[in-house]
């Protein structure tokens, strides 16, 4: 048996793949009954990286049914399959919101438990990785860790120059100015 948990952001709020609060996280885990015989009740579960939670409802399955995961407080995406043949695959789909993330979190991570009557417990795979049964892995923005930017020495020496040419503008606009009052007072007259 084998599961593949593959990631993507469904909503991409800064637009480079990277995760921050308020994206969403949509994955599809294909299992795949590798092994020579018919599995028998099959239990896929998903636990979810603690700062993502499941958006209820989203849970999809093309083979048996969801468990768990479209009901009100579910939180960890469950799906049943009776029995799969030999080669057979099944597609489960579900997508999770990213919560407020701690500065310095580098990625989100979750991975699938296949349970099986017939069949050793395995875990999922991330496709991305060429490591076997690994966490599917989600990288989070650096835009959460640096929210502030801050002046730099060079930036307040460029200040202090714009400030000093916005001086230098007001000096000398000053007696056109008094020039242009005077000229349409003229105007008036
Ligand atoms: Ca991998
Ligand atoms: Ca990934």
């Not at 690994?134 to 200040?159: E, N, R, Y």
């Amino acid at each position: 048996m084998s599961g593949e948990l593959q990631d993507a952001l469904a909503h991409d709020i800064l637009g480079n793949g990277l995760a921050v609060a308020g994206d969403d996280v949509a994955y599809t885990l294909t299992v795949t009954n590798a092994g020579g015989a018919t599995a028998l009740g099959m239990v896929v579960a998903t636990p979810l990286d603690r700062y993502l939670t499941l958006d209820v409802g989203s849970v999809s399955t093309t083979a048996g049914i969801v468990a768990a995961g479209n009901a009100a407080g579910d939180g960890v995406p469950s799906v049943q399959v009776a029995s799969l043949a030999p080669g057979a695959s099944f597609i489960i789909r579900f997508t999770a919101s990213v919560g407020a993330l701690p500065a310095g979190l580098r990625i989100l991570s979750s991975q699938a438990t296949i349970t099986g009557a017939n069949l050793s417990p395995t875990v999922s795979d991330d496709p991305d990785t060429p490591e076997p049964l690994d966490p599917t892995t989600t990288p989070v923005g650096a835009a959460q860790v640096q929210a502030i930017p801050t002046l730099g020495s060079w930036g307040l020496g460029a200040l202090v120059l714009l400030l000093g040419a916005a001086c230098m503008l007001r000096l000398r606009g000053r007696p056109g100015g008094g020039a242009v009052g005077a000229g349409s007072g003229a105007g008036a007259a």
